[in-house]
């Protein structure tokens, strides 16, 4: 089953500050935030644990949503990109 995509709807609801849209889109970005976030921690035995630090997860959830309320352009197109509707 493939994995759902972000819309061009939902990603301009988050960016007016829809609560749920954001929430949507920090739950789609929340694996790749997690992988991000993951740091290695060792036990008293030297044991080595790979675990994902909150603080730098949270910091990097903050960011994104910060920049998609304040930083993104929906009228900017990359080079080389076409808006399309599907």
Do not use: C, W
């Not at 819309?7 to 997690?34: C, H, M, Q, W």
């Not at 993951?38 to 036990?43: G, I």
């Not at 910091?59 to 009228?75: A, C, K, T, W």
């Amino acid at each position: 089953m493939p994995k759902p995509r972000i819309t061009p709807d939902l990603v301009l609801a988050a960016k007016s500050g829809n609560s749920e849209a954001l929430a949507a889109v920090a739950r789609f970005f929340e694996p790749y935030i997690a992988k991000a976030s993951t740091r290695p921690f060792y036990d008293e035995y030297g044991k080595r644990y790979d675990l994902v630090d909150e603080e730098i997860r949270k910091h990097i959830e903050s960011r994104l949503l910060l920049q998609i309320v304040y930083g993104f352009n929906p009228n900017k197109v990359l080079n080389g990109e076409k808006i399309t509707e599907d």
